[in-house]
T-cell receptor, first 114, second 108 residues
Framework: GAVVSQHPSRVICKSGTSVKIECRSL??????MFWYRQFPKQSLMLMAT?????????EQGVEKDKFLINHASLTLSTLTVTSAHPEDSSFYIC??????????FGSGTRLTVV | DAKTTQPPSMDCAEGRAANLPCNHSTISGNEYVYWYRQIHSQGPQYIIHGLKNNETNEMASLIITEDRKSSTLILPHATLRDTAVYYC?????????FGQGTELSVKP
């Protein structure tokens, strides 16, 4: 149980376009979800925390206008990278809180901006 | 969340126990110790977590010292598929902040 499905797994987009990444909780209701990014050979960096029905809370240094997060339902959170540039190329991972069971993670999205 | 310190890398022979240490000397009383692992280009996988008692599940055992300033994750019989980066996280603020982790290499 407590599975999070993340799509797409890989995406290539042109510089200046926007990309949307979806994160769905399949068998539970995710009140709180998280978005991370990970550069090669580095650890995961928390970008933001989203709570269903309210605005996301962004970590220091993360541009909220560039990384739009929507958590409109208890099973879906989306991350939109707006006006993507090559430096936004990274591995993006979503996560959801599952109470006493801890946190479960999606399989990640490899974004390449060309 | 308290900072955790882990060795950057460790080797383990296949079939032997892998003991991964973690220091969290500034952990507060309500912070849990979580362990996750990440295999290349995948999302982190939950292993185990605990507050102050030792814990065991089908994947691993977690030994937390009595003063809670350090812990050890034990993989009892490491296999090649256990090669991954292992993260120890002290969680108390409702979110996971990842450190650099330990890169465990299980060798034949």
């Amino acid at each position: 149980g407590a599975v999070v499905s993340q799509h797409p797994s890989r995406v290539i987009c042109k510089s200046g376009t926007s990309v949307k990444i979806e994160c769905r909780s399949l068998d539970f209701q995710a009140t709180t979800m998280f978005w991370y990014r990970q550069f090669p050979k580095q650890s995961l960096m928390l970008m933001a925390t989203s709570n269903e029905g309210s605005k996301a809370t962004y970590e220091q240094g993360v541009e909220k206008d560039k990384f739009l997060i929507n958590h409109a339902s208890l099973t879906l959170s989306t991350l939109t990278v707006t006006s993507a540039h090559p430096e936004d190329s990274s591995f993006y991972i979503c996560s959801a809180s599952v109470g006493s069971l801890g946190y479960t993670f999606g399989s990640g999205t490899r974004l390449t901006v060309v | 969340d308290a900072k955790t310190t882990q060795p950057p890398s460790m080797d383990c022979a296949e079939g032997r126990a892998a003991n991964l240490p973690c220091n969290h000397s500034t952990i507060s009383g309500n912070e849990y110790v979580y362990w996750y692992r990440q295999i290349h280009s995948q999302g982190p996988q939950y292993i185990i977590h605990g507050l102050k008692n030792n814990e065991t599940n089908e994947m691993a055992s977690l030994i937390i010292t009595e003063d809670r300033k350090s812990s050890t994750l034990i993989l009892p019989h490491a296999t090649l598929r256990d090669t991954a980066v292992y993260y120890c996280i002290a969680e108390g603020g409702g979110k996971l902040i990842f450190g650099q982790g330990t890169e465990l290499s299980v060798k034949p």
